[in-house]
């Protein structure tokens, strides 16, 4: 009887760190970031992804080690789980036959949605459904993610009135827009999106004056601070999951109209607070009022650039429609698909690494099969516990409706916005608990029986192993990107050595793309310093690497054909004849790229076939007038064809575009003297 209970205290003691363990995930991920604390490129996500990682590894030690304790397995699961087990496993195949493996595998850089995250997600999922089998724990599940979502919030309101303690430079988005710890203000809405009507279905059942205050200031800086980020499809999913919370919630909102109206001043209060100080900003991104009417035009600007990804999108789905591309590989199998109308919005310098539209996205790279398991998922989930939630008391029936809005509202946000760890696993945690709270989840339960005991042990340890690999990785991508971050800071430095120790540690540890780019272009750039040749050949060894570890990429070979090109003046060196093949192959991979055209022009230039390069920027100039090197190349080639007035035609552009162009106005002056 005493060892029963003492196995019976054990076991509880699991659970409650394995609830402890969940509920620090929803409070910490979301937060974490490498500043102030270490210095790292990637300062946003990849922090979130080693948090989740290790978080998770702690669980399933958990769980494995309550049935090795008990030597019995029980689980909680519903029948439509089924759907995304398959969804999980045709993610697998996909990456199995994916165009670039370690990309299916880890996920792109600065963005991890690969397979071992997918199956993170999937696994988040299973343990909030074992742990979250009562409202109460529901509860606190949400008091975490406003704990968490208020302290993002109060962060991202600091930059948006320029008190941010850490300085930031460079952002690539408009100034005085929120982006907190996720380190870009659509990102950062995409978490406040799930946080709202948290917030707003715990403060109305908040049953003392102590929780109904802090979580009114949370929800306070939450709805603040959505507005603050400036994200309109962000707006809509917020706007889509407090509709949904007044329908889901019926009578049981609307049982205390004090604390709504209250609520109602608030939103209304801070808005127009907000709406008239935005006025000052300068900027139509930034002004709220000029925001909120830009949400119609989607056929100008970011609207109308993810307009044509969708086409794009949609034409990679038609042609791989069983399995994609590979789970996060949507960048280097879009670039044949871009639009032409695409490259003439953004004049071929942006290149869509995500659809920004979470259906296309999963789609496009793991297959439609495994995207209609996962919609049939999500449907039956939502759809079974708004059927259950019916037979919930008030109370009960608001945390339902928060779950619930949560989950719909970030669902309309991915279809206009994209996934990343801090929010998306978030989402996953609270689809568990709603699946375990609301719906009929069953309890099941097997013993160590014989041979299904070596069996049971054999699938615990391969779940553990999984769990180790995965946080591994993610530790080794951790220590790479701050060798990576040192080699940038050292490259200033004017230390070639270390900082080629430092490049060199970081590919050791975890290869992609955008190291061995920055990698080469520092040893050119540093072979032109120092005059030696060495470390100019060891760019183009190491873009070769680039273009031998990921040959789907297209900048590879752009940057590889232009190392090669600034590396000989002489018309007839063979390397000339080597760069137009490397950016014959960088086209096959992006058929309208810009800058691949432009160097294969200064190559063609370069051997004086000044006929041949001129459609070749004609091409770019149709899709980029104002493209200086190429209005330059064009007159230059002109010049030498004998054409004169067709030069100086594109001189005269060129000035109007750089006024103070020093060869535009030699080139000017002598060929008007010319005339003369």
């Known amino acids: 009887m005493v060892g029963i209970k003492k196995q019976l205290t054990r076991e509880q003691n699991l659970n409650r760190w394995m609830l402890n363990i969940l509920l620090l995930t929803v409070l910490i991920v979301p937060l974490a970031m490498s500043r102030p604390l270490l210095l790292l490129q990637d300062q946003f996500d990849l922090p979130k992804l080693l948090t989740l990682r290790l978080f998770l590894l702690s669980i399933v030690v958990l769980w494995s080690g309550k049935i090795l304790i008990t030597e019995r397995v029980k689980f909680r699961w519903s029948r439509f789980d089924l759907a995304l087990v398959g969804f999980l496993a045709l993610a697998l195949i996909s990456s199995i036959f994916s165009i670039h493996f370690p990309t ?11 397979l071992l995250t997918l199956i993170s997600y999937g696994l988040l999922y299973f343990f909030a459904v074992q742990v979250f089998s009562d409202f109460g724990r529901v509860s606190r599940l949400n008091k975490a993610i406003i704990i968490s979502g208020g302290l993002v919030a109060l962060y991202g309101l600091l930059q948006y009135f320029g008190l941010d303690p850490l300085p930031w430079t460079g952002v690539p988005f408009e100034e005085r827009r929120s982006f907190a710890t996720f380190g870009n203000p659509d990102l950062l809405a995409g978490f406040l999106v799930l946080v709202i009507p948290l917030s707003l279905a715990e403060f109305l059942r908040a049953g003392n004056k102590r929780d109904s205050l802090w979580i009114g200031f949370s929800l306070f800086l939450v709805f603040a601070c959505l507005l603050t980020a400036f994200t309109r499809s962000a707006w809509i999913g917020a706007a889509g999951s407090l509709l949904a919370f007044m329908v889901l919630g019926g009578r049981a909102v609307f049982s205390d109209i004090r604390r709504l109206l209250a609520i109602s001043l608030l939103f209304v209060s801070i808005f127009a607070l907000l709406a008239v100080f935005s006025i000052s900003s300068g900027h139509t991104v ?6 909120i009417k830009s949400t119609t035009q989607i056929t100008e600007g970011s609207a109308a650039q993810r307009l044509e990804i969708w086409k794009a999108g949609s034409q990679m789905i038609s042609d791989n429609a069983l399995l994609g591309s590979g789970p996060d590989t949507f960048r280097l199998a879009s670039g044949n698909y871009e639009t032409l109308e695409f490259v003439k919005m953004t004049q071929g310098m942006t290149v869509a690494d995500n659809a920004h539209n979470y259906i296309i996205q999963l789609a496009a790279t793991v297959g439609v099969p495994a995207v209609l398991l996962l919609m049939l998922f999500l449907a039956a989930a939502i759809f079974i516990s708004i059927k259950s939630m019916r037979k919930t008391g008030a109370p009960e029936r608001l945390v339902s409706a928060g779950l619930l809005s949560a989950i719909f509202g970030y669902l309309i946000y991915l279809l206009l916005g994209l996934s990343v760890v801090g929010s ?18 069953r309890n099941t339960a097997i013993d160590f029986q014989g041979a299904r005991t070596a069996s049971i042990k054999a699938a615990v340890a391969m779940l553990v192993l999984f769990s180790a690999i995965s946080a591994y990785f993610a530790l080794a991508m951790f220590r790479a990107d701050y060798h990576y971050s040192r080699a940038l800071f050292l490259s200033t430095a004017g230390d070639p050595n270390a900082t080629i120790i430092s490049y060199e540690k970081a590919i050791g540890l975890y290869k992609n793309g955008k190291y061995y780019d920055d990698y080469g272009a520092y040893l050119e750039k540093a072979g032109w310093e120092y005059g030696n040749y060495d470390l100019t050949s060891s760019s183009i060894s190491i873009l070769r690497d680039a273009v031998r570890f990921e040959p789907e990429e297209a900048d590879h070979y752009i940057y ?14 063979p390397e000339l004849v080597y760069a137009e093949q490397v950016l014959n192959a960088a086209i096959l991979k992006r058929a309208n790229s810009i800058p691949a055209r432009v160097i294969l022009a200064q190559v063609m230039f370069n051997q004086n076939r000044y006929s041949d390069a001129v459609p070749i920027l004609q091409f770019v100039l149709n899709m980029s007038p104002d493209h200086i090197n190429g209005n330059l190349l064009m007159a230059q080639c002109l010049e030498r064809l004998g054409n004169n007035q067709e030069a100086l035609r594109f001189y005269r552009k060129l000035l109007s575009l750089q006024p103070e162009h020093r060869e535009a106005k030699a080139s000017i002056q002598r060929l008007q003297g010319e005339a003369d």
Do not use: D, K, M
Request: aromatic letters at 10%; a positive charge.
């Open 104 to 114: 299916a595998i880890h996920g792109r850089y600065e963005r991890y949605e690969g």
């Open 560 to 573: 590889l054909a232009n190392t090669v090109l600034q590396s000989t003046s002489n018309p007839n060196a």
């Open 286 to 291: 930034t002004n709220l009022f000029a925001r």
């Open 424 to 441: 998306s696993s978030v989402f996953w945690i609270l689809c568990g608990a709603l699946v375990s709270a609301t719906t009929t989840a």
